[in-house]
């Protein structure tokens, strides 16, 4: 990934209404913690590495026992992980990995907060077609918060998903 790429992944996440910060791996648990202060509980994808929950304030819930309803209550936040994102169009790309979860934690909680590594990161969506690591997991395409307009164009977040999205982005290593 070429510095370019992470650039207009942050410019068009951002074109979103996304929240876009940078950081470095040891700035990594600092920033998730402020990012994840505000949140009554917040749910963790199996996977989810030590380093990223080290100094989370709001109590940890296990997202792979969670029903709809309970990821549906308020203040509820989730810390993911994602595949791959998408340059072109500011888009995270989750297959259910280990760090991802399962799809209803994306779609449900009303803060999602997803950590790129920059190597996630490709240039457009016929190179994330060939990146895919496993082509038959079935995905889920995010670029922003939840969002929906009527007809005349008035935009309402959160009607269908999380009202908030944060994307961490990481350096090359």
Do not use: K, N
């Amino acid at each position: 990934m070429t510095p370019e790429l992470g650039a207009l992944f942050a410019a068009r996440a951002g074109d979103y209404r996304a929240g876009v910060h940078r950081c470095t791996p040891t700035e990594l648990p600092d920033l998730l913690a402020t990012l994840l202060a505000g949140a009554t509980a917040v749910v963790l994808p199996p996977a989810t590495p030590a380093q990223w929950t080290a100094r989370l304030g709001p109590p940890t819930l296990p997202g792979d026992l969670l029903t709809a309803t309970e990821l549906d209550a308020p203040g509820l936040a989730v810390l993911t992980g994602c595949a791959l994102a998408v340059a072109e169009t500011g888009t995270l790309v989750l297959d259910g990995g280990p760090a991802q979860g399962r799809r209803l934690l994306t779609l449900v909680p009303d803060h999602h907060v997803c950590v790129v590594r920059a190597a996630q990161i490709v240039a457009d969506v016929p190179d994330l077609v060939g990146a895919l690591p496993d082509p038959t997991r079935p995905i889920t395409m995010i670029s922003g918060p939840s969002a929906t307009s009527d007809i005349e164009l008035s935009r309402v977040e959160g009607v269908h998903g999380p009202r908030r999205l944060d994307i961490v982005c990481l350096p090359p290593e």
